[in-house]
């Protein structure tokens, strides 16, 4: 391939997924090389993920600048659907045209969370993704993805519950097949996810009663989601 024309350089904090190699990435249609590097530097408490972006094509910066940037938030799109991913806000770092000043900006902190470490089937299954463009353009365009990575990436825990629950509940309810209505329909729904519900953590409502006047039992999740919402007590 000839020589590139931009060398452009983004960087995140990023949590939930980790890789002690570099992933690389030639996307063909943009004719821009990727790399992206994961590090833990000293006196940060948070990984870092760097994507190192060579544009073979790109004539001025803008265009440069939009390609390259589409490219990379492609990549943390699936990461955030794959392995729920979260990062920081993207900022640029370097941009160089054949010797131009490298840009620094600081990096908003995440909190600390079990990482994944992306394995070289990981690694291939993004590769497949990137070339998928339905799945690419889904995730860049549907409404519910733009929410869900909105709440993953933000870092207010309890309002992340709250919006989390409310968005399983919009979807539950306009493509959920459970029985039910409301509340009642979510709680179907997570009691056929064995790895996330137990019955013994079900808890009686302080809000909802049976026509028996006994308190319905609820998911700890939409119990807990009650007594968030409603200021119950227990």
Same mark, same amino acid.
């Given at each position: 391939? @000839?020589?590139?024309?931009?060398?452009?350089?983004?960087?995140?904090?990023?949590?939930?997924?980790?890789?002690?190699?570099?992933?690389?990435i030639k996307d063909?249609?943009?004719?821009?090389?990727?790399?992206i590097s994961f590090t833990n530097v000293k006196g940060f408490t948070k990984d870092k993920v760097r994507f190192e972006c %060579?544009?073979?094509?790109?004539?001025?910066?803008?265009?440069?600048?939009?390609n390259t940037s589409e490219l990379v938030t492609n990549v943390i799109n699936?990461?955030?659907?794959?392995?729920?991913? @979260?990062?920081?806000?993207?900022?640029?770092?370097?941009? $160089?045209?054949?010797?131009s000043k490298w840009m620094?900006?600081?990096?908003?902190?995440?909190?600390?969370?079990?990482?994944?470490?992306?394995?070289?089937?990981h690694?291939?299954?993004? %590769?497949? @993704?990137?070339?998928?463009?339905?799945?690419? &353009?889904?995730?860049?365009? &549907?409404? $519910?993805?733009?929410?869900?990575?909105?709440?993953l990436f933000s870092q207010n825990k309890v309002g992340n519950f709250i919006a989390m629950y409310s968005l399983l509940s919009e979807i539950i309810e306009n493509h959920g097949t459970e029985a039910g209505n409301g509340q009642g329909k979510v709680d179907n729904f997570i009691?056929? $996810?064995?790895?996330?519900? &137990?019955? @013994?953590?079900?808890?009686?409502?302080?809000?909802?009663k049976n026509r028996q006047g006994i308190p319905i039992k609820e998911t700890k999740y939409t119990w807990l989601r009650n007594q968030i919402g409603h200021t119950q007590l227990d």
């Open positions: 391939m @000839s020589s590139w024309k931009w060398e452009i350089h983004y960087a995140a904090e990023v949590q939930g997924v980790f890789s002690e190699e570099p992933i690389e063909v249609k943009k004719s821009i090389d990727l790399k %060579l544009d073979y094509k790109s004539d001025d910066k803008e265009t440069a600048e939009k699936i990461l955030a659907d794959r392995f729920g991913a @979260s990062f920081s806000e993207l900022l640029m770092v370097h941009i $160089q045209k054949f010797g620094k900006r600081s990096m908003l902190r995440l909190e600390n969370v079990d990482n994944i470490q992306l394995t070289d089937t690694k291939k299954d993004l %590769l497949t @993704s990137l070339s998928d463009d339905t799945y690419v &353009n889904f995730l860049s365009t &549907n409404p $519910q993805q733009k929410i869900y990575r909105s709440i009691r056929s $996810q064995a790895n996330y519900w &137990n019955t @013994s953590e079900d808890r009686d409502s302080t809000k909802h």
